[in-house]
């Protein structure tokens, strides 16, 4: 079972910038950042793999958004930069071992969500 500890979200101004942290107990294929603001499905929004560190983003979020890895320290951030208000959302760590970034059935574990808002 992995165990995977989110922090790092908070309020902040349109424009503004947040960093989100995952810290896994261990490694799987992949890590990935997905949301669910209230009365939607849970969305994609990045992952990258541990080994090569391939990244894919949404594209809602390409160009503002940046996933890393740490493999140090089991740790992934999500770098929000030019936040906008629909960004606010619940933002959940997910880790796994498919193969397609993208889908929610590629991971097996999830972490508890961590709140973002981004007021206008």
């Known amino acids: 079972q992995v165990q995977l500890v989110e922090s790092g979200g908070g309020s902040v101004q349109a424009g503004g910038s947040l960093r989100l942290s995952c810290a896994a107990s261990?490694?799987?294929?992949?890590m990935g950042w997905f949301r669910q603001a209230p009365g939607k499905e849970r969305e994609f929004v990045a992952g990258?793999?541990?080994?090569?560190?391939?990244?894919e983003y949404a594209d809602s979020v390409k160009g503002r958004f940046t996933i890393s890895r740490d493999n140090a320290k089991n740790t992934v951030y999500l770098q929000m930069n030019g936040l906008k208000p629909e960004d606010t959302a619940l933002y959940y760590c997910?880790?796994?071992?498919?193969?397609?970034?993208?889908?929610?059935?590629?991971?097996?574990?999830w972490g508890q969500g961590t709140q973002v808002t981004v007021s206008s």
């Open positions: 997910a880790a796994g071992n498919g193969l397609f970034m993208r889908s929610r059935s590629a991971y097996q574990y």
């Open positions: 261990e490694r799987t294929y992949a």
């Open positions: 990258i793999t541990w080994s090569a560190g391939r990244t």
